[in-house]
C-alpha cells in the first residue's frame, strides 16, 4: 500500500491552480497497480491461511483421505498462485517506484509555493464539516521478532611429563636435594599442568514491523456560506489573467459583467478556487531493530609442579611431611579475561499523511560486562582446577601425603587467584538509549487510529473546485460598490475607488 499523494500548497479557499491536482492523480494513476497487486497477494494470502485451517478440520473430522488428498491437491495449487502473485509483487513495485519517481522528479518541489490571496470574505464565510463521503480503514501488518540467547562452557585440563634420566623415578633417600642440582635438570624432571575454562554469552534480538494502512473520512470540509470580497476578487483575477483585465469604471465594469454569456462555457477562462473536500489518511510505518550482544570469558591457571616441588625441598622437609606449601605465588600463576561486545542497529521510517501521530521513545539497554564474577562461580571453577591437576602429580617421595599436599594447594591457589585477579575486578557497564521500536511505531499506529476516529484530520483527496467566471466577479463588484447604479458622479467614483455606501 503507497501512500497519499499529498500537495500541501493546495489550501482550502485558496485560489489554486488545477495543474497540481492533475500532477497528484497522475501519481495516484502510477500507485494504481502496486496497490492492485498488493491487495491481489493479500486476497490469495488469506485464502490459503483459510483453506490450511479448513484442512485441519476436515482431519479433525476424519474426512475420507480420498476427498483430503483431493482438497490437498487445490492448497497446493493456491500455493503455486502465492508465490505468482509475490513475484509479479516484486516486479510491479519495482516499476512503480520508478515511474513514480519519474513523475516527482517533472512536476518539482511541493514544500514552498505562493499564490494570490484567496478572493474570499474569512469573516463573512465559514467552513463546516459535512458527512458527505463514508469511514474506512485498510490495514497491512507485517511483524518479525527473533530473540537467540546461547551460552556454552569449555573446560580442559593437560598434563605433560618428562623424563631425563632413568634415575628420576627412584626414591629420594636423602633429606635434601643436592645443591649441584640446577634449575634445569629441575624442571625438566617435572610435569606441567594448564587448567582453562572458557564460557561465552551470545545474546541477540533483531526485530522489523511494517505498517501500512489508509484511512477515509466521512466528514468533508465544506466552505458555506462562500462569500466573495469584491476587491480581493478583481486584484485576484488580474493576477490570474493578465490578458484579460477587469477594469473597475462604470463602462468596463458592466461589458465585463455582460462579456461571458456568448462564450462556450468550456472556453471560458476561470479563477478557481478549492471550496471543498473530502479527507483520507495514511500510515505508512518501518522500523528494524538488531541487537547484539556478545561475551567471552576465559579463566587459565598453570601450575608447575616440580618447580613448586624445588622450592620446597629447599625450604626443608618439614613443610612437606606437615603438608604446607609454600611461596604458591612464585610457582602458579591464574589469568582472566573477557571480552564483552554490544551492538546496536535500529532504522525508523514513517510518513503518515493528514495525521501526526504520537512518537514515544523507548530505552534499550546495551551492556558492556567487565570482570564481576559471583564467588561461588569462582570457587567452582578452582575446584574444577584442583580436580584437573590431580592427575599430573607424581612425586614418589611425598606418595604418602598428596591428599594433605593437594588441599593446601587448592587453598593456596584458590586465595592467589582472589589476590591477583577478583581484587582488580570492576562493575558491570549499562547505557540506556533512545530508540524508536516496534513499541514505538504500535503507540504511534494507536494515537493514529485514535484521531482517524474522531476525524478532525486528513488530507484532500477529492476536491471541489469553484470556477468564478469574469461576469460573476464584475456582477459582485457591481452589487457591492453601484448599489444604487451609475447616475450621479459620486457614484461613479465611488465605485471606481472602491468605497461602498456602508464606508461612506
Not at 259 to 264: E, K, L, M, P, Q
Not at 412 to 420: R, V
Not at 448 to 469: E, H, R, S
Request: charged share 25%.
Amino acid at each position: 500500500m503507497t501512500s497519499i499523494p499529498y500537495d500541501p500548497s493546495l489550501a482550502l479557499g485558496q485560489v489554486v491552480d488545477v495543474k497540481k491536482i492533475e500532477n497528484l492523480m497522475a501519481i495516484a494513476q502510477a500507485q494504481q497497480p502496486l496497490d492492485l497487486a498488493q491487495e491481489k497477494l493479500d486476497n490469495v494470502l488469506q485464502t490459503s491461511y483459510r483453506l490450511k485451517m479448513i484442512y485441519l478440520e476436515m482431519k479433525s473430522m476424519k474426512v475420507p483421505l480420498d476427498s483430503l488428498n483431493k482438497f490437498k491437491r487445490e492448497m497446493d495449487k493456491l500455493d503455486d498462485d502465492v508465490v505468482t502473485a509475490a513475484v509479479q509483487y516484486g516486479e510491479t513495485a519495482r516499476k512503480v517506484y520508478q515511474r513514480v519517481e519519474d513523475l516527482l522528479n517533472k512536476q518539482g518541489q511541493k514544500t514552498i509555493s505562493s499564490s494570490i490571496e484567496s478572493p474570499m470574505d474569512y469573516q463573512r464565510s465559514g467552513v463546516t464539516n459535512f458527512p458527505l463521503a463514508y469511514d474506512s480503514l485498510e490495514l497491512d501488518v507485517q511483524y518479525f521478532r527473533n530473540e537467540v540467547e546461547e551460552e556454552t562452557s569449555d573446560q580442559s585440563a593437560s598434563a605433560s611429563k618428562t623424563h631425563s634420566t632413568s634415575s628420576s623415578k627412584k626414591k629420594k633417600k636423602f633429606l635434601f636435594i643436592p645443591q649441584s642440582t640446577t634449575k634445569t635438570e629441575t624442571e625438566r624432571h617435572g610435569s606441567a599442568h594448564n587448567t582453562a575454562m572458557e564460557q561465552s554469552k551470545h545474546h541477540n534480538v533483531e526485530g522489523t514491523i511494517v505498517i501500512t494502512a489508509k484511512a477515509t473520512h466521512k466528514n468533508a470540509n465544506v466552505i458555506s456560506p462562500f462569500i466573495l470580497d469584491p476587491i480581493k476578487a478583481v486584484t485576484a483575477w488580474n493576477y490570474t489573467h493578465p490578458d484579460d483585465l477587469i477594469e473597475v469604471d462604470p463602462e468596463n465594469i458592466m461589458k465585463a459583467a455582460l462579456a461571458d454569456y456568448n462564450v462556450d462555457p468550456k472556453k471560458r477562462k476561470t479563477l478557481d478556487l478549492l471550496s471543498s473536500c473530502t479527507k483520507a489518511s495514511s500510515f505508512v510505518g518501518y522500523i528494524h531493530l538488531l541487537k547484539q550482544e556478545k561475551d567471552s570469558y576465559s579463566h587459565s591457571v598453570a601450575s608447575k609442579i616440580d618447580a613448586v616441588k624445588k622450592n620446597v625441598q629447599k625450604e626443608g622437609w618439614y613443610a612437606i611431611e606437615t603438608s604446607g606449601f609454600s611461596n604458591s605465588t612464585s610457582t602458579s600463576s591464574t589469568s582472566t579475561n573477557i571480552n564483552s561486545d554490544s551492538y546496536i542497529q535500529n532504522h525508523a521510517n514513517l510518513v503518515c499523511e493528514g495525521v501526526i501521530p504520537s512518537i514515544v521513545l523507548n530505552d534499550i539497554s546495551s551492556t558492556v560486562q567487565k570482570m564481576a564474577p559471583d564467588p561461588k562461580k569462582i570457587m567452582g571453577q578452582q575446584a574444577s582446577i584442583a580436580d584437573a591437576s590431580n592427575e599430573g602429580v607424581n612425586s614418589s617421595a611425598e606418595a604418602g601425603k598428596e591428599g594433605g599436599k593437594k588441599g593446601a594447594q587448592f587453598m593456596t591457589l584458590n586465595s592467589e587467584y582472589i589476590t591477583n585477579s577478583v581484587q582488580n575486578l570492576g562493575s558491570y557497564q549499562n547505557d540506556n538509549n533512545k530508540v524508536i521500536d516496534s513499541n514505538s511505531m504500535m503507540a504511534a499506529f494507536e494515537d493514529f487510529v485514535a484521531k482517524v476516529k474522531v476525524g478532525d484530520c486528513g488530507v484532500p483527496t477529492n476536491f471541489f473546485i469553484k470556477q468564478l467566471t469574469k461576469n460573476e466577479i464584475a456582477k459582485v463588484y457591481i452589487r457591492k460598490f453601484y448599489p444604487s447604479g451609475m447616475i450621479t458622479v459620486t457614484d461613479k467614483r465611488s465605485g471606481m475607488l472602491g468605497i461602498s455606501s456602508e464606508d461612506q
